[in-house]
């Protein structure tokens, strides 16, 4: 199957400074590229999608402002901690698309520990 | 509004045990249900896309089904290995994103 790629796999940060989390479609282009947040036990939580080349459409509650994401290429996207608390201390997911209609897959995952 | 529901939330079995699990949807034009597996810590891995009624998909000891409610992942004769998440998915009607379902854990006691 196709693959996504996600750097860093886990990341440790102080609160306040900032953390990009790369994800990267090896093998196919990514019209779209979504962003999930999970806490234990829970499903997944979509936080925003993004279209290569468009702003990214944010889910009810994200924070644009805190959660940046670009969607620069067909096969990068980049989301952007910014000013990371504690709180913000959580398993990163993305995924992507390579057309409508088509199967979504994704990456390994970025674990997230703010102190 | 788009829903997906999978039961049960969680399902302990003997290896060799076969089982199936549940997931309903409710979404207007279906365009395809997805199955994906998850470990601890890892994302989705996927495992089906199923389109329309009627339609079977195989790998290994799983065995995916779809009706026009719902769909099936069936598990034949499962190993301790097979213990995981299962998670299903339907593309949103009225929106570009994945509608999930609560997933089903899935333990197999040797």
């Known amino acids: 199957g196709a693959v996504v790629s996600q750097h860093p796999s886990w990341v440790i940060c102080k609160s306040g400074t900032s953390v990009k989390i790369e994800c990267r479609s090896l093998?196919?282009?990514?019209?779209?590229m979504f962003w999930y947040r999970q806490f234990p036990k829970q499903s997944l939580m979509l936080m925003a999608t993004?279209?290569?080349?468009?702003?990214?459409?944010?889910e009810q509650g994200v924070e644009k402002d805190k959660f940046l994401i670009n969607h620069a290429s067909l096969t990068l996207s980049t989301l952007t901690v910014t000013s990371a608390h504690p709180e913000d201390s959580s398993f990163y997911i993305c995924?992507?698309?390579?057309?409508?209609?088509?199967?979504?897959?994704f990456g390994e995952g970025s674990w997230l520990t703010v102190v | 509004e788009d829903q997906v529901t999978q039961s049960p939330e969680a399902l302990r079995l003997q290896e060799g045990e076969s089982s199936s699990l549940n997931c309903s949807y409710t979404?207007?034009?279906?365009?395809?249900l997805f199955w994906y597996r998850q470990d601890p810590g890892k994302g989705p891995e996927f495992l089906f896309t199923?389109?329309?009624a009627g339609e079977e998909k195989e790998k290994e000891r799983l065995k995916a089904t779809l009706t026009k409610k719902e769909s099936f992942l069936h598990i034949t004769a499962p190993k301790p290995e097979d213990s995981a998440t299962y998670l299903c998915?339907?593309?949103?009607?009225?929106?570009?994103?994945?509608?999930f379902g609560q997933g089903t854990r899935l333990t197999i006691n040797p």
């Open positions: 199923l389109y329309s």
């Open positions: 979404v207007s034009g279906l365009r395809g």
């Open positions: 998915a339907v593309p949103s009607q009225g929106a570009q994103k994945l509608v």
């Open positions: 993004s279209n290569e080349g468009s702003k990214a459409t944010y």
């Open positions: 995924s992507a698309e390579q057309g409508p209609g088509n199967t979504i897959y």
């Open positions: 093998d196919f282009q990514a019209t779209t």
